[in-house]
């Protein structure tokens, strides 16, 4: 159905819909950016903790798509799956903020990606069961929980400025005490849980497909996975993932050793301790899944992951070679084309791509390497191997040596996406 045949997109589900979205991505945006610091500084782990801690949570992606999208696609209503998730992951990420010891972290931080982390994809797939056509209204849809993403970074860049900064003290103790503060992240992670389990059992009903069998979703979607385009996609997910990670674990500290903390206007904008800066890719993000929709119908979904790699390269490379604020600044922004042209398009063919009974499945397999295999790959790479190369024997970051790393990366699965790719979707029938 194109978007002219399509009815229009309801103000109430469009409401009910953006609102899930901004709760969703707000309940990780609140402790995502700031957690390898937090647990470096304020909790002391080694580079190797930091990386299992970080790996933990990214299990229950794998484990997602054997139960999460078992139950969502044959047994279990998804809006009811999300309620409870998001309820039993409040009382998990909170008492992550009073967990000091490695052991406990890791555990906990285990146990909570095995809730948390399968409500991702099944958030997709109740927005794709109820909206009207897919090209067209996704991309409202889904921009709610980038700006929840964002309310929720500078909020706590916010608190951290106003709240935990010895404006009188040394450097050393500043830091102490932004570390320090930093669990407040969690306790807001942990409230928003809650509003959000809650208003899960509000969402439009989304009982199992009325075309499902009896066999294992999983491995159906397992079966279509064999094809292209998406073997290509699945195959070059894994190094996009552990490239992204590079990102999410060092930013925050990077900017902070740039200087934020001496550039005022920016800390009464965003805060401190990094998150809140970091919000500027967020920000660049909304324009790009804005513009989606209008060139979606366009553009071939080649092209559009094709300038989601480059994007993916070009932050590395300005992170790498350049220390002016103008072009830190700018690599922030290239984050808005890295998700918006690569993990937002990928997941819409993978929706496009699958059979409807299978899809909740298909999405959780994808979330599977975004999320999961990526994730601690990625994590056990960026710290404990790479990390641990870069870093000089007075225990001083070379970024330059660790961001080339992820650069030279994202050009290699740009050129297999460029090879690999087909020019024209089979399951479509048109160009891709």
Known sequence: MSS??????????????????????????????????FLLGHRGFSLKQCGLCLSAGAVGAIVGPFLAGQFADRKFATERFLGFSHLAGAGLVWMLSETASFEGFLILSLV?????????????????????????DFGRVRLWGTIGWIAAGIAVGQWLLHEHTLVDASDGDIKAALDAGRADAFRLSALLGVVMGLFCFTLPHTPPSSEAKERNATF???????????????LIAVPVSCIHQFYFVYTADFLTEL???????IDRIFGVGGGGLMTIGQMSEILVLGLIPLVARQ?????????????????????????????IL?????????????????????????????????????????VGIGIIVGSYLATAVVGAWATGPDKVMDYTKLFSVPMYASLACLAVLLLLYPSRSPRRGELA
Request: glycine share 8%; net charge negative.
């Open 259 to 265: 200087g934020q903390g001496s550039t005022g206007w």
């Open 4 to 37: 002219s045949e399509a009815p229009p997109l309801s103000g109430a589900l469009n409401a009910r819909l953006s609102l899930m979205m901004f709760l969703q991505y707000a309940i990780w945006g609140a402790w995502m950016p700031i957690l390898y610091p």
């Open 220 to 234: 159906e979607a397992l079966g279509e996975v064999r094809y292209q385009p998406l073997l290509t996609l699945f």
């Open 299 to 327: 553009t071939s979904r080649k092209t559009l992951l094709a300038v989601g790699l480059a994007a993916y390269a070009g932050r590395m490379a300005l992170f790498a070679y350049f220390e002016s604020y103008a072009a």
């Open 112 to 136: 909570y990606g095995l809730v948390y982390a399968p409500t991702l994809a099944l958030t997709n797939s109740l927005s794709f069961a109820h909206l009207p056509d897919r090209d067209r």
């Open 330 to 370: 700018s690599g922030l922004a290239l984050h808005g084309l890295c998700f918006g042209c690569f993990i937002f398009v990928a997941f819409m063919v993978v929706d496009e791509e699958t059979s409807p009974d299978v899809r909740a499945s298909a999405q959780n397999l994808f979330n599977l390497v975004i």
